[in-house]
C-alpha cells in the first residue's frame, strides 16, 4: 500500500507506479495506490494513510501490511519484504527511526510493516481517536506526531505490540546507501526537489524486468538473534525503580523504557508526596508498591522488586534509578550482553550528553564493555541470587549497597561487567539535591553504611579486582564459622529472613523456634491465617520442607520476598489467596490462624482435620482460649476440646500459655 496527495505527491506515485507493480507481481503482492483524498475528509490529508491502513486491517484477506508514503519506493527486487522480516512476524508493527536527531519526533511512520492483528488494530484505532486532539499541532505533521507521542509516553505498546528497529535497513536519498531494500528521503526541503531527487536515482537503480530470482534474504546478524519467533516471547523483563518524589524526572525515565520484550514495571513508591502517589497509581502495566512496611531502604526495596517480578516469571530483572533517561536501545542490548552467560549483572553505560534528551537520538557506536558495573541501571537473572546472593539489607537509606554487591560478586568468583552498547543518561542524586532535609538523613545513614562496609570487609570500598583480593578480608567479617558457601548461597536468604523475623516484635515471634522445629520434621507444611502470615511463613520456609503451601489474604511485600527466596532455593512453595472456603490437598502439618471463634475452628477441623498426617498447630489459644475474637462469640478452646473428644486418634502435643499462647495437637495413628 503506498499513499500520497497534492500534485508533488500524485507525481511521485505516478513517476514509480510501474515500479510497485512490477514488484507486487514478482512477489505475489497485492498493491493499492491512492493519490486522491475525499473532499469531505474533515484532517489534514497525512491522516488519510490511518484511514486506509484501518481499512486494511480490519479487512479479513490480509495477513500483512507493507506501507509506503509516496516518497519511499522499493530498492530491491530481490529481497521478498514479508520474508526478509522473520524475526519480527510476531510483532504487530515494525518501524524505523531517524537515523539523526530529531527535535520534534523520534519515528518515522512512513515506511511501515504492519501485521493484522487485534493489538495493531487497537493502536491504530486509538491513533486516529486522537486527530484534531491538541496532541495534533501542525508543526509535528499530525499523525506522525500522534504516532511519536503513543510510543514515546505509552509503555504498554512496547509489550508485543511495537518494535523500534534500525534493521529494515532504509535507504535515504541524501544519505545514499546501495545495500538497501527501501528507499525513502528523510527531512524537510521543497517536495518538487524531491520529485526531481527520486527521479534521478530511480533513473540510476533501474528495476529488473526478468522473471523472478528467487534469492533467499540473508539475515544480518542482529535478525539472526531473533530469526526463531518462538523463542522472544520466552524473555520477559520485570522493570524495578525506586521512587521517592522527583516526579517529573520519574516520568521520564517511564517514557524512556523502549524494548522489543514484553515487559511489566514494578514501582516501589518509598514514601513519596501524594502527587507522585496520585501519578503512579494510574501507570498502567505497573504493580506499585506503596511504602512497604519493614523496608530498610533501597538494598531492601531493590530485593522486594526483584522477588516480585521472578515471581510473576519474569526472566530478567532490570533496576533503573528514576532520574535516568534509557537510549531505546538500551534494555535490548542489557539483555543480548548479560544473555552470553559469563557474568551474573551486566549495567548500562552512562553517556556523555549536552542534554538530556539527546541520549533519545544518541548513536551508540560501541561494542565492547567497559569498567564497573554501575548500578543506577543494571540487569540481573535468577543466576545472581544463586550464585552470588542477595543485597545486604544492613545497608540502611542508601549508599554502599552496590558497592557491597560488587565484592560479594568477586568473593564468590563471578563476574560483573558493565557494557558500552546498552546507555542512557543519569541526573545524579536528583532526590537529595530536591530535599535538603533527606540529604542531611541519608548522609548520616551513609557513614553508618562505610562502617559496616568496613567491618564486613575490612576496609573501604576499592574498585579493582586485584585490589579486592589483597585487601578485603578473605571471608565477610573475617568470621569463617559465619561464611557463606558456594553451595549455600540459595538457602542463605531463607536464613536471614528467618533471623529478620526472630528480632521483629509480633504476636507470634516467640513461638519461631517452635514453628521451626515442628516445620522440620515433616515433608510437607499447610499454614492458613486470615490476615499476614509472614512472621510464621518465615520459620516454616526456613525448615526447608519438600512442599509448602501459604494460604493468607494479602500477598504482603513479606510474603513476596519469602516466595521468591523459597523458590530460589529450590522448596515447591505455592502462595494462595485466603478465603472462606478453601479445599487443601494432604499435608502433615497444618497450621491454623485464622479468625479465632468457636465456630470458625469447629468448622475449619472438620473440613481440613481429615487431610492432615500428623501435628495440627493453633495460634492465639490463650488470647482467644475463652472469649472469641469477634463480639459475643465463644474462643478457640471448646472447638479443640470436642474434636479431641471426638477424635481420640488426636491428642495434645504440646500447649505453649506465653505470646498468646501456642497449642500442638499430634494425630498418633500415623
Same mark, same amino acid.
Not at 522473520?86 to 519526533?105: E, S
Not at 520485570?238 to 521520564?252: D, F, M
Not at 515487559?263 to 502527587?275: P, T, V
Given at each position: ?8 505527491y500524485e507525481r511521485m506515485l505516478s +513517476? ?6 512490477? =514488484? ?41 501490511? &507493507?506501507?509506503?508514503?509516496?516518497? #519511499? ?10 520474508? #526478509?522480516?522473520?524475526?519480527? #512476524? ?43 486532539? /491538541? ?101 520477559? &523483563?520485570? &522493570? ?17 523504557i523502549k524494548t522489543r520484550y514484553p =515487559?511489566?514495571? $514494578? ?12 501519578w503512579l497509581s494510574s501507570v498502567p ?26 515471581? +510473576? ?33 551486566? *549495567? ?75 546507555? =542512557? ?20 545513614? #551513609? ?24 585487601? $578485603? ?30 528480632? /521483629? ?60 527466596? *523459597? ?7 505455592? $502462595? ?15 497450621? &491454623? ?78
Open positions: 500500500m503506498t499513499s500520497g496527495a497534492g500534485t508533488d +513517476d514509480h507506479d510501474a515500479r510497485h507493480r512490477s =514488484y507486487c507481481e514478482r512477489w505475489g503482492y497485492d498493491l493499492r495506490i491512492v493519490s486522491t483524498i475525499p473532499d469531505y475528509y474533515p484532517y489534514e490529508t497525512n491522516w488519510y494513510k490511518i484511514d486506509l491502513i484501518l481499512e486494511a486491517l480490519r479487512s479479513d484477506q490480509n495477513s500483512y501490511i &507493507i506501507y509506503l508514503d509516496a516518497d #519511499a519506493i522499493i530498492a530491491d527486487f530481490d529481497v521478498d519484504l514479508c520474508s #526478509a522480516l522473520p524475526a519480527y #512476524a510476531w510483532l504487530g508493527l515494525v518501524i524505523h527511526p531517524y537515523p539523526w536527531k530529531r527535535t520534534i519526533w523520534h519515528w518515522n511512520n512512513g515506511v511501515m510493516y504492519i501485521r493484522c492483528c487485534p493489538e495493531a488494530l487497537n493502536f491504530f484505532e486509538l491513533v486516529k481517536s486522537l486527530a484534531g486532539t /491538541e496532541l495534533n499541532d501542525p508543526s509535528t505533521f499530525v499523525e506522525q506526531g500522534t504516532v511519536n507521542h503513543l510510543l514515546l509516553n505509552e509503555p504498554q505498546y512496547q509489550s508485543g505490540l511495537v518494535i523500534l528497529t534500525h534493521h529494515w535497513n532504509v535507504n535515504i536519498f541524501n544519505q545514499p546507501n546501495d545495500g538497501a531494500i527501501v528507499a525513502a528521503w528523510h527531512g524537510s526541503g521543497p517536495t518538487d526537489r524531491r520529485v526531481e531527487i527520486m527521479r534521478e536515482w530511480a533513473n540510476n537503480h533501474p528495476y529488473p524486468a526478468a522473471p523472478m530470482k528467487m534469492v533467499p534474504y540473508v539475515p544480518s546478524d542482529l535478525d539472526k538473534e531473533f530469526t526463531n519467533k518462538n523463542t522472544i516471547p520466552d524473555t520477559t &523483563i520485570g &522493570i524495578v525503580i525506586v521512587i521517592h518524589n522527583c516526579l517529573e524526572l520519574t516520568k521520564a525515565a517511564v517514557a524512556s =515487559y511489566r514495571l $514494578y514501582l516501589i513508591d518509598d514514601h513519596s508526596n501524594e502527587e507522585t502517589k496520585n502495566n505497573a504493580i506499585v508498591f506503596t511504602d512497604p512496611e519493614r523496608s530498610t531502604g533501597l538494598a531492601w526495596n531493590w530485593n522486594l522488586g526483584i522477588s516480585a517480578a521472578l515471581n +510473576d516469571e519474569m526472566t530478567h530483572v532490570l533496576i533503573v534509578n528514576n532520574d535516568i533517561i534509557l537510549h531505546p536501545e538500551a534494555i535490548d542490548a542489557l539483555v543480548k550482553r548479560i544473555n552470553v552467560g559469563d557474568a551474573v549483572l551486566v *549495567s548500562g553505560f552512562a553517556a556523555s550528553c549536552n542534554r538530556p534528551e539527546d541520549i533519545l537520538s544518541f548513536n551508540v557506536t560501541a561494542i565492547d564493555d567497559g569498567g564497573n558495573a554501575e548500578y543506577p541501571c543494571f540487569m540481573i537473572t535468577s543466576n545472581a541470587l544463586k550464585r552470588v546472593g542477595w543485597f545486604d539489607e544492613h545497608y540502611r537509606c542508601a549508599y554502599c549497597e552496590d558497592t557491597d554487591y560488587r565484592s560479594t560478586i568477586y568473593h564468590f568468583g563471578e563476574r560483573e561487567v558493565c557494557t558500552r552498547t546498552a546507555q =542512557y543518561y543519569h541526573y545524579l542524586s536528583s532526590t537529595i539535591k530536591e530535599d535538603s532535609h533527606l540529604n542531611e538523613f541519608i548522609q548520616v545513614k #551513609a557513614n553508618e553504611n562505610r562502617a559496616y562496609f568496613r567491618s564486613k570487609w575490612g576496609r573501604d570500598p576499592v574498585d579493582d579486582i586485584p585490589a579486592m583480593k589483597a585487601l $578485603y578480608y578473605s571471608v565477610p567479617f573475617n568470621c569463617p564459622d559465619r561464611a557463606v558457601k558456594k553451595n549455600e548461597i540459595s538457602t542463605a536468604r531463607l536464613a536471614d529472613l528467618y533471623t529478620a523475623a526472630l528480632q /521483629e516484635s509480633s504476636d507470634i515471634s516467640e513461638h519461631l523456634n517452635i514453628l521451626y522445629r515442628m516445620a522440620s520434621c515433616v515433608d510437607n507444611v499447610t499454614s492458613i491465617t486470615a490476615d499476614g502470615a509472614a512472621t510464621s511463613t518465615a520459620a516454616f520456609v526456613y525448615a526447608m520442607p519438600k512442599h509448602c503451601v501459604i494460604y493468607c489474604k494479602l500477598q504482603t511485600p513479606q510474603i513476596i520476598r519469602l516466595q521468591c527466596a *523459597s523458590k530460589i532455593a529450590g522448596l515447591d512453595y505455592i $502462595y494462595e489467596q485466603y478465603r472462606s472456603a478453601i479445599e487443601i490437598d494432604p499435608t502433615d502439618l497444618l497450621f &491454623i490462624d485464622t479468625i479465632k471463634t468457636e465456630e470458625i475452628i469447629t468448622r475449619e477441623l472438620n473440613e481440613y482435620a481429615g487431610h492432615v498426617r500428623k501435628y495440627l498447630i493453633f495460634h492465639d489459644t490463650e488470647t482467644f482460649g475463652c472469649v472469641g475474637e469477634l463480639p459475643g462469640s465463644l474462643g478457640i478452646w471448646p472447638a479443640i476440646a470436642r474434636f479431641v473428644r471426638q477424635n481420640p486418634e488426636w491428642q495434645l502435643f504440646k500447649h505453649y500459655s506465653h505470646c498468646h499462647g501456642l497449642t500442638i495437637l499430634e494425630r498418633r495413628d500415623w
